[in-house]
């Protein structure tokens, strides 16, 4: 019986780890591609066994990709989005637009990919790193591809998130404020994925905090007459800008060997989502207290409180029969 070489990628796919993701492992196949050579050992895949062409290696190496299939995880999210979307449509109250001028189902369909999707991805990826952050950094910074399933959850993030970005700017017509978010938002995961690869569990977790504040934003827009609904909004969305600004901190302060170029981005770009998000946010609740007083006012609430407080039973004047006794 043939015996397969040790260098065949095949055997290597077979002695995969046990602990690593049944899915990931399973879905994982080898592919040879050639890289420029300086770039080879950044990347630290295995030479492909297979001799090349010393004609065709002049700066260029060829090597065996474990190319996952992670990117079906980002097309059954197009899918199910699409599907989300239609059902929302439905609904008649949900067909006027926002501030934004987005329709309000978008806000509705949304809130799915940001309370459950993206938060259950970056939990898998923090699984397959035994719930370790520093495991997760090594892992992260020391290759972007891995045979047992290591990063597939992460290439699953990426696809996600992305198409969660991209689907937006193809799709719907953004005004300008909300074209700049999506086109940082999707500089941020270019630069954490490709740049700076040790920040990226930092980056996730930034990014399903900032995400679950755009929920709440999401929930304010379909009911904006909410009294309760307004202060869940900006209570989420002031806790989610703090944890992700302490993840943009420890994504800096983790990488002392950073470019200083690299860290202001980081700083800068997420200083700025948040600036404008609890602004943002602030003027919802101002907007929604002149709304209140003035209701208030037209409905002379003061006056009838104190009307109502007068007729209680302890303020009313005493009876007759009470005066003459």
């Not at 919802?284 to 006056?303: D, I, P, S």
Request: aromatic share 12%.
């Amino acid at each position: 019986k043939h015996r397969r070489p040790p260098g065949d990628p095949s055997h290597a796919l077979r002695r995969a780890p046990q602990h690593a993701a049944p899915l990931a492992t399973m879905l994982t196949t080898w592919w040879e591609m050639r890289v420029p050579a300086a770039l080879a050992p950044r990347l630290k895949l295995p030479p492909s066994p297979v001799p090349t062409d010393s004609s065709l290696s002049d700066g260029w190496e060829l090597v065996v990709v474990p190319l996952g299939a992670a990117w079906l995880v980002g097309v059954a999210w197009l899918v199910s989005s699409a599907l989300v979307r239609k059902l929302c449509r439905k609904n008649p109250s949900w067909t006027s637009t926002d501030e934004f001028g987005l329709p309000l189902y978008l806000c509705a369909s949304h809130m799915w990919t940001q309370i459950m999707v993206l938060p259950a991805i970056f939990l898998l990826s923090l699984a397959c790193a035994n719930y370790s952050i520093s495991g997760w950094v090594d892992t992260a910074s020391s290759t972007w591809f891995t045979a047992n399933g290591q990063r597939f959850w992460d290439w699953c993030f990426f696809y996600v998130f992305g198409g969660y970005m991209v689907e937006d700017l193809i799709v719907f017509r953004l005004g300008p404020m909300l074209l700049l978010h999506h086109i940082g938002c999707l500089a941020g995961l270019m630069f954490a994925f490709v740049v700076c690869p040790a920040g990226w569990p930092y980056f996730s977790a930034g990014a399903v905090a900032f995400e679950f504040g755009s929920a709440l934003l999401n929930l304010y827009c379909l009911y904006p007459h909410s009294r309760y609904v307004l202060w869940a909004y900006a209570s989420s969305m002031t806790c989610s800008n703090a944890a992700a600004g302490l993840c943009c901190a420890a994504m800096v302060l983790s990488q002392p060997s950073a470019a200083i170029g690299a860290k202001a981005f980081s700083a800068t770009l997420t200083g700025t989502f948040i600036l404008l998000r609890q602004k943002t946010c602030n003027d919802y609740v101002r907007k929604h207290r002149r709304a209140a007083r003035a209701r208030r006012k037209e409905g002379g609430g003061g006056h009838q409180r104190r009307r109502r407080w007068l007729s209680l039973p302890w303020r009313r004047a005493p009876s007759a029969a009470c005066k003459s006794t």
